[in-house]
């Protein structure tokens, strides 16, 4: 087990060609590794994205208002100067 994940490690770093010899583990059911950390990582990414997002879209409101409230006192300013 141990050669056959040095192997597989090896070919995913362009190390090494993927083993051409009939001595690996045949394909069952079981978890695989691999997959699963890819899953793993995807659902992290997803949900920290979500919070991403949220944080976004709060700073977006926020520099909206401001925005409105400095056009706002500009106009104040410049209405008081003219009269």
Same mark, same amino acid.
């Given at each position: 087990m141990a050669e056959q994940l040095t192997q597989y490690i090896n070919h995913r770093?362009? %190390?090494?060609?993927?083993?051409?010899?009939?001595?690996?583990?045949?394909?069952?059911?079981?978890?695989?590794?691999f997959n699963f950390r890819n899953e793993v990582i995807g659902d992290y990414r997803r949900?920290?994205?979500?919070?991403? %997002?949220?944080?976004?879209n %709060?700073?977006?409101?926020?520099? %909206?208002?401001?925005?409105?409230f400095s056009a706002m006192v500009l106009l104040m300013t410049i209405q008081i100067s003219a009269h």
């Open positions: 770093l362009g %190390r090494s060609q993927p083993p051409t010899t009939n001595d690996q583990l045949p394909i069952t059911n079981s978890l695989d590794i949900y920290i994205e979500s919070f991403l %997002r949220l944080i976004v %709060r700073i977006l409101f926020i520099m %909206r208002k401001r925005s409105q």
